[in-house]
């Protein structure tokens, strides 16, 4: 076993049966003196620490980011047959405030909360998988770290499988977030909207697989935009690292820098780059996605498929209209990218499972 720690990410890549036994770590070196810790770590406590850490990071992350998620979606979701009811995030924001109060811009944080535990921990336990799919596939030797392309495709594989797991849940996010007389003909303020009625009527009209409504958007923006998450992280950790051993006045000052993970504000940073790049890159995806899903339930005729979608925001808009609500949530996702980095390197550091 070896322990790639490239940029903070600390996942241990194990095969299923083969315990952890690093000849010199501190781990070792405990285990020799107290029989407690003697217990070997295991693929299993490697999956335990990525969905127990990776879902406290999604939650804290979560409560940051949902208020600028809701106005985004607004604004993604805006009807091609009335007029602009947004002007831009800023407009949205007082809209929004002034109809609801701020509380209002939580509307629907219940499903979003399962979902982003469900999102951040499984991001993080498919992107061990992918390491450990790329070392078997003869790809890259078990005793190095990845190179960054590398990197970059156990993101992308990572989003994939998550992708399938994430669209039932944002559509029905999307839905309570967008009421259908806001995103419809304009008709009298509903009522706020409950995630379990929000369910029962997408399974009565559409049945289990009207759950997926949105998927080729959600696939799109996963498997690029979590390839440039964990890419962008790994690939400003490692230039912030050659940044501070450049600097290093003695070797014992680079061991210790070698050794140490990165300062903490270098750690925000990474994990912010990494946030504005997932949201940036692929944003085009998340909007079409975010029509589609605030399309009215029960009007079966009205459910377009991705290209019609597509298709039907470049005649309305064009390229500008595939963008709107992109600049709050770049802004909103550097904060929420970075904290969700740090909580979770922090847990997977301090409070390994053993």
Not at 139 to 149: E, G, I, T
Request: charged share 15%; net charge positive; aromatic share 10%.
């Amino acid at each position: 076993m070896e322990s790639v720690s490239q940029g903070g990410l600390k996942a241990s890549v194990v095969p299923l049966s083969v315990p952890v036994s690093v000849p010199g770590s501190p781990q070792t070196a405990a285990s020799s003196s107290s029989p407690l810790n003697h217990k070997p770590r295991t693929a299993t406590m490697e999956a335990l620490e990525d969905i127990t850490y990776g879902s406290i990071a999604g939650v804290i992350g979560k409560y940051i980011e949902y208020p600028f998620d809701t106005v985004k979606v607004r604004l993604q979701s805006q009807p091609d047959h009335l007029p602009l009811r947004y002007t831009g995030p800023l407009d949205c924001f007082r809209q929004s405030i002034r109809a609801d109060g701020f509380l209002g811009l939580y509307r629907g944080i219940s499903a979003p909360l399962l979902g982003a535990a469900l999102e951040t921990s499984s991001l993080f336990f498919f992107e061990r998988i992918g390491r450990e799919t790329v070392y078997k596939l003869g790809l890259s030797p078990r005793d190095q770290d990845l190179p960054l392309p590398a990197l970059w495709f156990t993101g992308a594989f990572s989003g994939v499988f998550t992708s399938f797991l994430l669209t039932p849940i944002e559509l029905v996010k999307c839905k309570i977030q967008v009421p259908a007389a806001e995103a419809g003909s304009g008709a009298a303020k509903p009522a706020p909207l409950r995630p379990i009625p929000v369910i029962k009527e997408i399974f009565r009209h559409h049945g289990v697989m009207g759950f997926w409504h949105g998927q080729m958007g959600t696939l799109i923006r996963e498997a690029g935009g979590c390839a440039a998450w964990f890419g962008s992280k790994e690939t400003s950790t490692k230039l912030l690292r050659g940044w501070n051993e450049r600097r290093a006045t003695s070797t014992a000052e680079l061991e210790r820098m070698q050794a140490a993970p990165l300062p903490l504000w270098q750690q925000a940073l990474a994990g912010a780059s990494a946030g504005m790049s997932y949201n940036f890159l692929f944003f085009p995806a998340d909007t079409v996605k975010s029509r589609m899903q605030t399309t009215p339930t029960g009007q079966g005729g009205a459910r377009r498929s991705f290209g019609m979608e597509t298709r039907a925001l470049w005649q309305q808009a064009g390229l500008k209209g595939f963008y709107r609500g992109c600049g709050v949530t770049v802004l909103r996702s550097a904060p929420s990218s970075a904290f969700i980095f740090m909580v979770y390197d922090g847990l997977k550091s301090c409070l390994p499972m053993q």
